[in-house]
């Protein structure tokens, strides 16, 4: 089944799309969709004063809904979403995939802050750039993303992976400052550069990195080993559930910390040989 909507007036204010997850569990119709109401400048508005919207029910089996239209007003998409998936043709604002519990969330654009913010399974794919605390918690939580992978084509921001405890994310671009402080498990891949004072404080975890950076061999002591077996299992799980070969046997340096934090975390760090 595929549920398209398409904004049929211009955004300009902020719109909170919290209730929108509530057609997971509900019966698709047409009812049920123009009942639903988004919080949009204060106000609860129904959607279809929103959005044009159109059911094409070919596969009843699958649930696609597709957002034509989206712009970063757009907050709180795929908040505790589950099951089926979201397609947005466009660009979105803070906590998109929030609380996820699985499913999918595809963005074809860019998102700012807490993407994937404290989510527990499914799949993001963000085409572009997103912002700072990607896979973080929300401001006063104890724990950040606990499962699922998050798959980013272009940068990141700062702080990602801020107490992240489990799950898998995948960074094509560059990463600023403060990657993964007090990470406590999971893995962060980055394909490209990362800024300053990353692997602060990691306990566990491991973070994987394809350009050498700036590295501070106080915090973290180089370890022999480089964990072929762990990479060919990573590989084979990432081409089933994202249809990406990630490593390609590439070699890596492995190094063992924080140790200020007496930690037993990995950095991973391709080597050129």
């Given at each position: 089944m595929k549920i398209i909507l398409k904004l049929k007036k211009k955004i300009d204010g902020y719109l909170d799309f919290k209730k929108f997850s509530k057609l997971n569990d509900e019966k698709l119709n047409y009812d049920n969709i123009y009942n639903t109401k988004l919080l949009y400048k204060n106000k609860l508005v129904g959607i279809k004063d929103l959005f044009l919207v159109r059911i094409y029910e070919k596969n009843i089996d699958s649930r696609v809904f597709i957002l034509d239209g989206s712009s970063y007003y757009f907050n709180f998409l795929g908040f505790r979403w589950k099951n089926d998936k979201i397609k947005v043709l466009g660009d979105a604002g803070s906590y998109l995939g929030l609380e996820m519990e699985s499913g999918e969330i595809e963005l074809e654009g860019s998102c700012e802050n807490f993407l994937g913010s404290e989510m527990t399974g499914g799949l993001i794919r963000v085409k572009k750039d997103v912002g700072d605390f990607l896979g973080a918690p929300t401001f006063g939580g104890k724990l950040g993303m606990n499962g699922g992978v998050i798959v980013v084509g272009g940068n990141a921001g700062n702080y990602l992976g801020k107490l992240m405890r489990r799950g898998i994310i995948i960074v094509c671009?560059?990463?600023?400052?403060?990657?993964?402080?007090?990470?406590?498990?999971?893995?962060?891949?980055?394909?490209?550069?990362?800024?300053?004072?990353?692997?602060?404080?990691?306990?566990?975890?491991?973070?994987?990195?394809?350009?050498?950076?700036?590295?501070?061999?106080?915090?973290?002591?180089?370890?022999?080993?480089?964990?072929?077996?762990?990479?060919?299992?990573?590989?084979?799980?990432?081409?089933?559930?994202?249809?990406?070969?990630?490593?390609?046997?590439?070699?890596?340096?492995?190094?063992?910390?924080?140790?200020?934090?007496?930690?037993?975390?990995?950095?991973?760090?391709?080597?050129?040989?």
């Open positions: 671009g560059d990463v600023k400052n403060f990657c993964c402080l007090n990470m406590i498990a999971g893995t962060v891949i980055i394909k490209k550069n990362i800024g300053s004072f990353f692997g602060s404080f990691m306990k566990r975890g491991t973070l994987i990195l394809f350009s050498k950076p700036q590295f501070n061999n106080l915090k973290f002591i180089i370890s022999k080993g480089e964990k072929e077996s762990f990479f060919g299992l990573l590989d084979i799980y990432l081409k089933n559930f994202i249809g990406v070969k990630v490593f390609n046997k590439k070699k890596f340096k492995r190094y063992i910390g924080d140790r200020n934090n007496n930690g037993l975390a990995e950095i991973l760090i391709a080597s050129k040989k």
